[in-house]
C-alpha cells in the first residue's frame, strides 16, 4: 500500500441528488396540528397503561401497544427547558441567524419534551430549568411553526441587552 | 439448505394497499398490520423475540426508519435488524427471519416490510443506483420495453400482445377477489383490445395498463421455531427452502452477459435441492413478482424452467386462473399492489396464507400443499421460496 498516494490526473465525478417528499401526518399528527392552528391549543395523548403523557402524540404506546386514538389532553402552554443547544454555525441549511437555540421543551402535564426554538432571550442566559411559554405565529402554518417559538415567562436579559463577558 | 430446525410462518398482516394513505402516518400504517399478525399468531409483542424491519432506501426519503418506527412495530427493547435490498427486500425480509429462527438465536420473530410511495419520489430514488460514471445515464427506473420487444420477435405481435393482456386481465380478476388490493378494476376479457389501443403507452408496447401500481401498504409475518409453531397454529406454512441470486445488469452492456437470468438460475438451485422434477406438477401454486404483465408472462417460462412457448399456452388456456392447474397470483399480484418494501413479503404472506387455508375470499378451492413465491429488485435480484403444508412435509418422509 502506497502510505502517500499518486493523486495526479484523477478525475472526480459531481453529481447532485434531488430528495423531494411529502409526509403524511395523519390523523393523529393533524389533529395535533388543528388544534394549534385554529384553537392555539397544544394536545397530548395520555396512555393508561403506563401513566404518561405523550407529547407529540402518537397513535400507539411504544411501551405497552395500548391505542392512544382518542386519549386527547391539553398541555402548556407553559413549560420547561429540559435541555438546550446553542447554534452558532450558520450553514446553508440553517433557517435563520446565528446564534440560535434549539430546546427540549416539557409542556406543563406533559411527560416528554418537544423540540422548539427558543427567543426573545440572550442565547447566553438559557439555563436548564427556565420557565418558557409558546408564542403562537400570526399566520396559521401547517407545521410545528404554527407556534413561532417559545419565550421566558419572567423578564430575561434581552437579546439585544448586553452579553455576558468572557466564555 | 441446511437447517439446524423447522421454521413455520404462524402470522401474517397486511394493511389495506392503496394509492394514499393520508390518515396514517408510516409507523400508524406498519401497526396495522402488525395488530393483525400478531391477532393471528394468537400472540402480543412479549412473545416476540426480535423484529426485522425493511424498505426501499430513501423513497420517502427517511433514514433509518426502523428507530422512528418503533411506535408502531412494538420493537422498542426488542432485538432488531433492518434490511434494505431494494425490490426485494421484503423476501429478503422473510429469508432474515427464517435465518434468525432456524438459527436458534429467536424462537419467534416478527417481520414487517412497508412503503409509503406517495410520499417520496420513487424513479428519483431507483435510477440512482447504477455506477454514476459508466451506466447510471442508461438508468430509466423500473420501466423498461425490453421483454415486450423480445416476445414480439419471438412469438409475433397479435398473439404476444395478446397473451399479455390475458395475463393483465387475469390478474384482475384475482384482485377482484381480495379487498385489500389496491387497483380492483373490473376488466373483462371483451376489453382486451380496447386495453390495447388506448392505454397509453410507457415504453415500447409496455402501456400503463400493464404496469404495477405504486401503493401505500405494509405487511407483517411471525416466523416461529417448529416447536412454538405447532403451539401456535394448527397449520403453519413450513419453510422448506429459499434461494438468492443477483448479478450488476450493467455488465450484459458490457459483453459479459451470462446467459442464465437469476429467476431460471434460482429455479433450478432450489428444485435440484428439494427434489422438484417437474414443478408445474408438483406445486401448487406460485405467487410471482410480477412487476408488468410482461414480466409475469415471461417470467413463468424462467421460473417452471418451460421451453417453447408453454408459458403463453398457459396464459392462453387459463391453466394459471385460480381454477387452473397451476394457479399464480390469487392475490391479484404486484400489478394490482405494489408497496414496494412490502410486495416482495406480501408473495411470501400470500403464498402462505393458501397453505394455512386464510386467504379469504382469494382462497382457493383445493388444499395448498406447496407452494413457490419470488421476489425481484435491482439490479436483477430473485429471491425464491419454497413453503409446504404438514400434508406435504409427511409424504416427503
Ligand atoms: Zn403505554
Known amino acids: 500500500m502506497e502510505l502517500t498516494p499518486d493523486l495526479r490526473d484523477c478525475f472526480t465525478v459531481p453529481g447532485k441528488l434531488a430528495l423531494p417528499y411529502t409526509y403524511f401526518a395523519g390523523r393523529i399528527g393533524s389533529r395535533f396540528l388543528l388544534a394549534l392552528q385554529e384553537e392555539h391549543r397544544i394536545l397530548g395523548v395520555r396512555c393508561a397503561g403506563c401513566a404518561t403523557v405523550l407529547v407529540p402524540p402518537r397513535a400507539t404506546c411504544d411501551r405497552c401497544q395500548a391505542d392512544l386514538a382518542d386519549t386527547w389532553v391539553e398541555v402548556g402552554p407553559a413549560g420547561r427547558v429540559e435541555n438546550f443547544t446553542v447554534v452558532r454555525y450558520a450553514d446553508r441549511h440553517v433557517p435563520e441567524p446565528v446564534p440560535l437555540v434549539l430546546a427540549l421543551i416539557r409542556l406543563d402535564g406533559a411527560d416528554t419534551p418537544l423540540v422548539h426554538r427558543l427567543g426573545g432571550m440572550d442565547p447566553e442566559a438559557v439555563r436548564v430549568g427556565l420557565r418558557v411559554t409558546a408564542v403562537f405565529a400570526a399566520e396559521p402554518r401547517d407545521t410545528l411553526l404554527c407556534i413561532d417559538h417559545f419565550r421566558p415567562l419572567a423578564p430575561q436579559p434581552s437579546a439585544a441587552g448586553p452579553r455576558p463577558q468572557g466564555g | ?397
Open chain 2, 1 to 397: 439448505m441446511k437447517k439446524n430446525r423447522n421454521v413455520g410462518i404462524v402470522g401474517v398482516g397486511q394493511s389495506v394497499y392503496s394509492s394514499h394513505r393520508e390518515e396514517v402516518n408510516q409507523p400508524e400504517m406498519i401497526h396495522e398490520a402488525v395488530v393483525e399478525a400478531l391477532e393471528m399468531a394468537g400472540i402480543t409483542m412479549a412473545e416476540v423475540d426480535c423484529v426485522v424491519h425493511g424498505n426501499m432506501e430513501l423513497f420517502e426519503m427517511v433514514h433509518q426508519p426502523d428507530l422512528w418506527h418503533t411506535l408502531g412495530t412494538g420493537a422498542w427493547g426488542k432485538e432488531s435488524l433492518r434490511v434494505t435490498t431494494g425490490g426485494t427486500t421484503g423476501a429478503t425480509l422473510a429469508a432474515a427471519a427464517d435465518h434468525l429462527v432456524a438459527s436458534g438465536l429467536h424462537d419467534v420473530v416478527l417481520a414487517i416490510g412497508f412503503e409509503k410511495l406517495q410520499e417520496g419520489h420513487t424513479t428519483g430514488g431507483i435510477t440512482n443506483m447504477a455506477d454514476p460514471l459508466w451506466g447510471r445515464q442508461l438508468q430509466t427506473g423500473a420501466l423498461t420495453g425490453m421483454t415486450a420487444a423480445q416476445m414480439i420477435e419471438e412469438f409475433g405481435a397479435e398473439r404476444a400482445k395478446a397473451a399479455a393482456m390475458a395475463y393483465r386481465i387475469l390478474m384482475d380478476a384475482n384482485a377482484m377477489k381480495n379487498p385489500k388490493a389496491h387497483r380492483r378494476l373490473g376488466l373483462r376479457p371483451d376489453q382486451a383490445e380496447e386495453l390495447a389501443a388506448n392505454s397509453p403507452a410507457l415504453v415500447g408496447e409496455l402501456r400503463m395498463i400493464h404496469m404495477c401500481s405504486q401503493s401505500d401498504g405494509a405487511c407483517a409475518m411471525i416466523f416461529a421455531s417448529e416447536e412454538k409453531a405447532r403451539q401456535l397454529c394448527a397449520q403453519p406454512a413450513w419453510i422448506e427452502d429459499h434461494v438468492t441470486a443477483h448479478r450488476e445488469e450493467m455488465f450484459c452492456l458490457f459483453g459479459n452477459a451470462p446467459v442464465l437470468t437469476t429467476h431460471r438460475h434460482c429455479a433450478r438451485k432450489l428444485f435440484a435441492r428439494n427434489g422438484i422434477r417437474d414443478p408445474r406438477r408438483e406445486i401448487d401454486l406460485f405467487e410471482m413478482y410480477d412487476p408488468s404483465a410482461w414480466w409475469g408472462l415471461d417470467w413463468l417460462r424462467e421460473f417452471l424452467l418451460l421451453e417453447g412457448d408453454e408459458h403463453l399456452r398457459m396464459v392462453e388456456s387459463g391453466a394459471i386462473a385460480m381454477d387452473g392447474d397451476f394457479p399464480v397470483n390469487p392475490s391479484g399480484g404486484v400489478i394490482a399492489s405494489n408497496p414496494i418494501g412490502a410486495t416482495a413479503m406480501v408473495r411470501v404472506a400470500e403464498a402462505a396464507l393458501q397453505i394455512m387455508g386464510r386467504a379469504g375470499g382469494h382462497q382457493l378451492p383445493r388444499p395448498v400443499r406447496r407452494a413457490l413465491a419470488s421476489g425481484f429488485g435491482g439490479t436483477m435480484w430473485t429471491v425464491l421460496f419454497l413453503l409446504a403444508s404438514d400434508t406435504e412435509r409427511q409424504a416427503a418422509a
